[in-house]
Structure formats: structure tokens, C-alpha cells
């Protein structure tokens, strides 16, 4: 998943489009500064790159910087907005890109930390400073004489003789300005001052929430025996988990943001694996305090009055002009044309899995919490394969190094060295200076990958600085993932999901690292939301691809390379269980946009938020109970805190793309030189500063082809 950079992140308030990647010493004129001298926001890092004073911050800095940053970036608003000059490009437009370097500073550090290593202080920063944000966003969006500026250049756009970055910047200013409620009357705007001020406030809430349950609903265990299936490192972090909250003597399964639990593929005890299923699927739905049905019901019921307010029949309708998709119609139009397929190879998956459990001493129905474990016994009965035989071969600072590494450097000519001289926000993050194939410093990389109680679920990229030739920036990015630590000198050995992901996730940090733009507006990952995956997805080929696969997957005590028939079978299976996998996405797509089309009348509440959901599924086709949405809306963090609203579709939608653009690479030679630097130079350095599907064909050379994609989940 891509939380890109502080532009994506602050876009959630609507701050992306007032230059919040800009990155220079402040103007002492632009409105003074009342942040204490020792506060390490105040000017911009001396550390290379920028890279944050992570040892200097403390959680009392933020709140000071974050009320200065607002307060400076509002002053240099009201210069270009008093400027006595007749509105240019460069006066207005330019300096908007300029503004706010204070506040960017601190929010790109401060939403970071609430993703990656939050903590009570921050949350109660979070919760007031949300709201605020998105106050001061619509303070400058909806400013008129700002706007009349802005609309006066775009008018006489074709006039000014901009070259076509700065034309694009031009108009995508206007059509944010517009967007946000420009247009609309004094009334509308004031009524759209509080919804967006409210649906901040709620989506923090949201999102704490779900944090702070996915922690408590950990499910204790009293015996070893239970965990029979576990491996010895996983019971032994279980034993960890249990010490950590003073149950010494137990066993603690911690949860992750997803209806499924990994623990289910190996579990042995039923009973426990039909604990963990249900303890997943009912957070944030069983009332206390944190139950998040009022907020996602109130959620949807003020986006949808926005959208009409603004002149559009829903929120997705709102959404969807942005993204390449571009329609409602077009979007429901490809979920649907993928549900039959998807459901149909699911319920053959089903009969073999009940097939299995047909036992004499096994004789129940396939539930939801049975379905991984049989699907491990399938596929070890038809390819003599058990998943658990690849992780002695994916030690994890091998796929790093050996992996996703050198699958650059073949590929682009990068070369990372780790600097351990840097300072970082947790023990755990390592970072890495990143070098061009010419030797010149090209940023830096960060990489968080172990779970902790204090980080979100899932996987993500962020950026902490981006790149702008304007403001003479190159990127600092970083990658997060959820892998459990392994007791105190055991190696972490990981799944073969979490090496895709591994891979998946740096190419989203390429994305960010060879941004090569002029403005911050532009920068890397800054492209509409169902494009931002592909070229993450694209990476992920590497994983599997021989050169690479042989460099990395060795035995971590032995040193022996993978065996070429466990990597056949590993190859074999690539469409097993594809059913299921389609299956769970798309119910979870399906979900998010029967939310977001609903009018405001249609909404229900929160004691009818379960039926909904059940009904739109049942609607959809994927109303199948052994295989739950992958997120239920309760805890579906993409769409109620993460800027996925309307927008989850874009993994398959992307993967259009990317599968199209695997073929490429295979029918050009693969992991060659020539095919990364096509690909960078093309797609990858141009971040948003050109159209996306036009960076598309002009990398592909060709519409993209929906067949790959059919033929790699089984769906032709």
C-alpha cells in the first residue's frame, strides 16, 4: 500500500495543492516565529538530505511548530493575495508551490510517526490538530481574492507561454480550488468549513481506533498445546507477546488489520482458530470504546452531502473524476465483469477444501476459519508444497540486501550503502544512502519493518522530504512493513507474502527516489490513486524472477540455494487459490463503493451498519460466507482514514497495468539496463507532472491489454 509522501498525506486536509513539499530556510518576514529556539522544526535539517533531527524531536515540539507552520504559511497566503503586481505564474502560482515550508516540515514527521510509532501523546496532538488542519486548508482554498487570481492566470493560460509542467500545475491548482467549493455561495461555504472539519476529526478517530483494538483484541491463550501447527519462533513470540502485557505463563495471537490472521494457516485447534476469525471480524462493531460504527455511518453521510453540495450525485462520482478510471460507471463496470469469474474459481476452491476436511474424523461445513489451514493441506496434496518450506530461504536482510537491492542495481544502476551514523524515530529502522549508476547521491531510504504495538497495520511507503527542483530537494523515503520480531538473536525468517510485499513496497520508494520535477506539487508518488500502485506492483516481479530469486533465497543457516524443484512448485501454484484471494478484494472494493454512492438520505445508521454491509454483498454476488470481505467496514482503515475512499479498486485496476507491463519486460529481456532506464526516464521520474495514462503509453508504447491480468489470476 503507497501512504506516499507528506504531499499524499496532507491531501487528506487538502494541503497537497499549496506546495507542502517545499523545502528551505523560513522568510523571516512571513510572519514571524514564536517556536522556542530549541525547537528542531524551526529550520531545515542540516542531516543529509533533510533527513529529520530524529534525535532532537520530541512530542512537545509538534503542536508549537504545527500552530507557527499554519500561521506562517496563512502570512505568506495574505502576501501573494496583497500583492499589489498583476497576478503572473510566478507571483502567485510559484509562490504558492514556495509556502508552508514550516508546516511541512512538521507534518511530515508528525504523520509519519502516527502511522509508524504512535504513542498517547501524539493521538491527543492528532485529534485537535486534525480539524485545525483542515480549517487553515479551507482558509486558503476558499479564499476569494486568492481564487480570482488563480482562475484570472488559468483563463489566460494559453497566453502565457508556459512550458507544459508549469501549464499543468496551472490547471490543477484551478480544478483543487474549484473542487473544494471556490464557486460555491457564503452559506455552502461555511457548511463546507464544518464538514471538513468533522470528517477530519472523524477519520482520526477511525483510525486510533482501530489501532488501539487491534492491540486489545489479541487473543490470549493458556497452553502450548493450543498453538500445535505454530512454529518455534511463533510460539515463542506469542510467549513474548503474553510477558509484554504482564501475562507471563500465556500465549498472546496478536491481530492484524485484516479479516484474516496468519496464524490460520497453521493452527491445528479448531476452536482457537474460530476465536482468532471471530475476534478479527467484530472490531470496532460490538459497542465500547471502540466501536466505530456511529463514526463510519456520520462519515459517509457527510461525504455524500459534500459531493452533492459540489455538484456531484455521490462521493465516488466526486472522487473518480480525479482518477484515471475517471467514472462511476467505468469502475462498477470492471468490478462486475471480475466478481463472476473471481466467485466461481472460489467455490471450486471450496468443494476441494471440503473435499479435504471430509475425513472420518473430520466432518463439518468449511468455515471462514478453515479456510487457509485446508488450503495448506491442498496444496502440499497437490504439489507436494508446504509455504513453510520457503522461509528458511527468505532470511529477511538477504531479501533486502540481496533482493529487492540488487534487483536495482541490475535493473537501474543503484547502489545503497547503510548509514548508520543517521539518526532514526525507532531502534528498529535502518537507513540507507541511495547512489545513481554515475556515483551521485541519489536520497535516502528508510526501512521500518517490524510490527510493534505502536504502528498501524499493513505496509506503506511514506516520504519524509521529496524531491523539487524548485526547492533543490532530493527525496528521503521510507518503507514500513508488519513482519513479527523473532525472539532476542533468532533470524527473521518471512512468508513468501511478505516478500512480495518487500518488493512491492520499494517500488513505490523508486517511485519517490527517481522523482525528477520541477514543482513539489509533482513530485514521485503524486499521481491519482488508481495509478499509484502500478508501478509498485510492477516491482514485484523481481521477487520471482531467476537472477534475482537465486541471489536472495539461500538457507539461512546453510547457505544452500533454494532447491529448483521447490521453486517450480512455488511457481506452480501462482493461481491457487486465486478464487479466494480476487474473491476477498473484491468484496472489499464492492463494500467501499456502495458506501460511497450513497445519497445522504440513504446512509443508515449505526445499529443498521451490519445489515448494509451484508445486504451490498449479497447485491454484489460476494455475499459468501466462508470468505469475508478483507476488510470489514469497521475496520477498514484504507477508505475511513487513509485516503482510499472510492478508491480501493485502484490495486486491481492498477494491476491492469502492471500485468501488461510484466509482459513488456519479459518480451524485451527482462532485467536489463536499457528496460529500467525506459522505465524510469519514461514513467517513473515523472511522478504527476505528466498525465498518467499518457506516462503509460508512452512507456508501454500501447493501450494497456486487460488479458494478462486474466490469465495471472485464472479469470479467462
Known amino acids: 500500500m503507497n501512504s506516499t509522501s507528506v504531499v499524499a498525506v496532507l491531501t487528506v486536509f487538502g494541503l497537497a495543492a499549496l506546495g507542502c513539499a517545499a523545502v528551505e530556510n523560513e522568510d523571516p518576514a512571513s510572519g514571524g516565529d514564536s517556536v522556542s529556539e530549541g525547537n528542531p ?22 503542536r508549537p511548530a504545527f500552530e507557527q507552520g499554519m500561521a506562517n504559511h496563512l502570512a505568506e497566503i495574505e502576501a501573494i493575495v496583497n500583492a499589489t503586481a498583476s497576478p503572473t505564474f510566478e507571483n502567485t502560482v510559484v509562490q504558492m508551490e514556495r509556502s508552508g515550508r514550516l508546516l511541512t516540515r512538521v507534518a511530515s514527521v508528525f504523520f509519519s510517526l502516527t502511522s509508524a510509532d504512535t504513542n498517547d501523546t501524539l493521538d491527543a496532538i492528532e485529534a485537535d490538530i486534525a480539524p485545525a488542519l483542515a480549517a487553515h486548508n479551507d482558509q486558503i482554498l476558499l479564499n476569494d481574492e486568492l481564487f480570482e487570481r488563480v482562475k484570472r492566470l488559468y483563463d489566460e493560460r494559453d497566453a502565457l507561454g508556459l512550458d507544459a509542467e508549469a501549464l499543468r500545475l496551472l490547471e490543477e491548482y484551478y480544478t483543487d480550488f474549484v473542487r473544494a467549493g471556490a464557486r460555491a455561495s457564503v452559506a455552502e461555504k461555511e457548511r463546507l468549513k464544518a464538514i471538513n472539519a468533522e470528517l477530519a476529526t472523524l477519520g482520526t478517530a477511525f ?60 493452527l491445528e485447534d479448531r476452536a482457537l482458530r474460530e476465536r482468532i476469525m471471530n475476534a478479527s471480524q467484530a472490531r470496532g462493531s460490538q459497542g465500547g470504546e471502540f466501536d466505530n460504527r456511529d463514526i463510519v455511518t456520520r462519515m459517509a453521510r457527510l461525504r455524500a452531502e459534500r459531493a452533492q453540495m459540489l455538484g456531484y450525485p455521490n462521493h465516488a462520482a466526486y472522487i473518480l473524476e480525479r482518477q484515471t478510471a475517471q467514472t462511476v460507471d467505468a469502475v462498477n463496470e470492471r468490478l462486475a465483469s471480475l466478481t463472476p469469474p473471481a466467485v466461481a474459481n472460489a467455490r471450486t476452491e471450496a468443494v476441494d477444501l471440503q473435499a479435504m476436511i471430509g475425513t472420518p474424523m473430520e466432518e463439518f461445513s468449511l468455515a471462514s476459519w478453515d479456510w487457509a489451514y485446508y488450503t495448506e493441506k491442498v496444496r502440499a496434496a497437490r504439489y507436494a508444497f508446504d509455504a513453510s518450506q520457503l522461509r528458511p530461504y527468505f532470511e529477511m536482510d538477504s531479501v533486502l540486501t540481496n533482493g529487492v537491492f540488487y534487483a536495482a542495481s541490475q535493473l537501474y544502476g543503484l547502489s545503497f550503502q547503510e548509514r548508520s551514523d543517521l539518526p532514526v524515530y525507532h531502534p528498529d529502522v535502518r537507513i540507507y544512502e541511495v547512489f545513481d549508476a554515475d556515483g551521485a547521491p541519489l536520497g535516502l531510504f528508510l526501512a521500518d519493518m517490524y510490527a510493534r504495538p505502536s504502528k498501524r497495520g499493513g505496509a506503506w511507503m511514506n516520504a519524509y522530504v521529496s524531491q523539487s527542483h524548485l526547492m533543490g530537494s532530493q527525496a528521503v523515503v521510507a518503507n514500513h512493513l508488519n513482519v513479527p520480531k523473532p525472539p532476542p538473536g533468532e533470524p527473521t ?23 525528477d520535477v520541477r514543482y513539489p506539487y509533482f513530485a514521485g508518488t503524486s499521481v491519482p490513486r488508481d495509478f499509484v500502485e502500478y508501478p509498485s506492483q510492477v516491482n514485484e516481479m523481481w521477487a520471482t524472477w531467476p537472477e534475482v530469486l537465486t541471489n536472495y533465497a539461500v538457507h539461512h543457516e546453510t547457505g544452500d540455494p533454494m532447491p529448483t524443484e521447490l521453486l517450480d512448485k512455488v511457481l506452480a501454484t501462482a493461481k491457487f487459490n486465486q478464487g479466494f484471494a480476487t474473491t476477498e478484494y473484491l468484496a472489499a472494493s464492492l463494500l467501499d463503493m456502495a458506501w460511497h454512492q450513497l445519497s445522504p438520505e440513504d446512509v443508515p445508521d449505526a445499529d443498521g451498519l451490519v445489515a448494509f454491509e451484508a445486504a451490498a454483498l449479497d447485491r454484489a454476488g460476494v455475499g459468501l460466507e466462508a470468505v469475508p470481505p478483507r476488510y470489514r467496514s469497521t475496520y477498514f482503515s484504507h477508505i475511513f482514514s487513509g485516503g482510499y475512499s472510492a478508491g480501493y479498486y485502484s490495486y486491481i485496476w ?61 479469470l479467462n
Open 493 to 515: 525468517l518471512l512468508t513468501f507474502d511478505e516478500v512480495t510485499t518487500m518488493f512491492h513496497e520499494f517500488g513505490h520508494a523508486l517511485h519517490g527516489l527517481f522523482s
Open 654 to 714: 492498477s494491476e491492469v497495468l502492471d500485468a501488461d507491463s510484466v509482459e513488456w519486460f519479459k518480451e524485451n529481456g527482462g532485467l536489463t539496463r536499457e528496460n529500467g532506464d525506459h522505465f524510469r526516464a519514461s514513467l517513473l521520474s515523472r511522478g504527476g507532472a505528466v498525465e498518467a495514462m499518457k506516462l503509460f503509453r508512452d512507456f508501454r508504447g500501447a493501450e494497456p491489454n486487460i488479458a494478462p491480468l486474466l490469465d495471472r489470476r485464472g
Open 41 to 62: 522544526f524551526l529550520a531545515e535539517s542540516d542531516l543529509p538530505f533533510m533527513l529529520p533531527r530524529f534525535d532532537q524531536i520530541d512530542d512537545t515540539h509538534y
Open 207 to 266: 483510525g486510533q481506533n482501530v489501532l488501539d483494538e487491534v492491540n486489545a483484541a489479541a487473543v490470549s491463550v493458556d497452553t502450548e498445546q493450543e498453538l500445535t501447527g505454530l512454529s518455534e519462533n511463533e510460539i515463542a513470540a506469542a510467549a513474548e507477546a503474553a510477558a509484554s502485557r504482564e501475562a507471563e505463563g500465556n500465549y498472546v495471537i496478536a491481530l492484524l488489520n485484516t479479516s484474516g490472521q496468519p496464524a490460520l494457516s497453521s
